[in-house]
């Protein structure tokens, strides 16, 4: 009896043993944290789009078993505007479009725009990167990274259906604008008008405007733009690029291991879309100037006019927006005095 029942302790014991290494590889094996992406313009179209695509298969290729991204679709899931909200909400849990688009939920978030970092950012741990994320953490967003080309390169430009020598021909014009470059528009006496991008084209043929700002290397060519458009401004407006963010929530509910895949997936993302943006947009400019489009470019003193008037107006919007001392750091970690 006394041998029955050690043999029963001892195949209890083995099961209880079992159980737990049982349990162990169950864990170890525990199936990837699954998140779902939506963004502003859909890839193939927009070439800022296929930036965001690059950061889902970075991850997807870095966290096999860890972290899994998968692309739900753009305005035909959430209309644009409305996606910064959604993503707040918890309706999907990451995010790609222009960093300007969230002015209405962290309204100088996106002052990176104005950045003369080679990344706009300067990426995850810095002092830069850790304060932007911090503006979003208090929206209930996870910042993960501004993505552009180099300081003058996936930049704002202006184009015109006549030829100007400076900022003064542009005053009483009807410029088509987005968000981010509609307080430069005004500073220069222009009208700021606000239009979808597939209705440029038919604006600019029935001279609804008279001009439009655009980032060059995001599908220019792609609208027909250059079919229409007769000039560029050769000289930039403010950095462009795509900005990805996540739900809060869903952030801190990911492992260690899954976060830490995200960042180093910033990180390399960030430096790959230097070169690829750069050298898009020197392809689009080809393709434009083939298309019949001319360059036009100021004289020093009308350049740095151009460049000054750009930079004050942008400024000064985030000053009315932000605390002084969010300002104020802004302004030092981006090198402005």
Do not use: C
Not at 21 to 30: D, F, M, N, Q
Not at 46 to 64: H, R
Not at 153 to 171: C, R
Not at 174 to 183: C, S, W, Y
Request: aromatic share 12%; glycine share 10%.
């Amino acid at each position: 009896m006394k041998y029955a029942k050690r043999i029963a302790g001892s195949v209890g014991t083995g099961l209880l043993a079992l159980a737990v290494v049982t349990a162990g590889g169950a864990e170890l094996r525990a199936a990837p944290a699954k998140l779902t992406m939506v963004g502003s313009w859909p890839p193939k179209v927009s070439s800022a789009a296929d930036i965001g695509i690059k950061y889902l298969d970075t991850v997807n290729k870095m966290g096999k078993g860890t972290v899994e991204i998968t692309f739900k679709g753009s305005r035909d899931v959430v209309p644009t505007f409305d996606q910064p909200e959604a993503l707040v909400r918890g309706l999907f849990d990451v995010w790609y479009g222009a960093p300007n688009y969230w002015a209405g939920v962290v309204p100088g978030g996106y002052f990176s725009e104005l950045s003369p970092h080679e990344i706009p950012d300067n990426g995850p741990g810095s002092e830069l990167f850790e304060f932007i994320a911090k503006m979003f953490e208090r929206k209930g967003v996870r910042y993960l990274g501004h993505f552009s080309g180099e300081p003058h390169t996936g930049n704002h430009f202006m184009y015109t259906q006549k030829a100007i020598s400076g900022l003064g021909d542009l005053k009483g014009r009807k410029i088509r604008v987005p968000p981010l470059t509609r307080f430069f528009v005004r500073a220069i006496g222009a009208e700021p008008v606000t239009l979808p991008p597939s209705e440029v084209y038919l604006a600019l043929e029935r001279g609804t405007v008279e001009g439009f700002t655009w980032p060059y290397y995001d599908g220019f060519t792609a609208f027909g733009w250059h079919k229409i458009s007769k000039f560029i401004i050769a000289h930039p407006l403010y950095r462009n690029g795509v900005s990805v963010k996540m739900n809060l929530a869903k952030w801190n509910k990911l492992s260690g291991d899954a976060k830490k895949v995200m960042l180093e997936a910033v990180g390399r993302t960030q430096a790959w879309s230097q070169g690829w943006v750069s050298a898009y947009q020197a392809q689009q400019l080809k393709d434009m100037l083939k298309g019949g489009m001319k360059l036009v470019t100021f004289s020093d003193k009308e350049a740095e006019h151009w460049r000054k008037t750009a930079s004050e107006a942008l400024w000064a919007q985030f000053k009315s927006v932000m605390s002084a001392d969010e300002y104020a750091t802004a302004r030092r970690l981006l090198g402005y005095k």
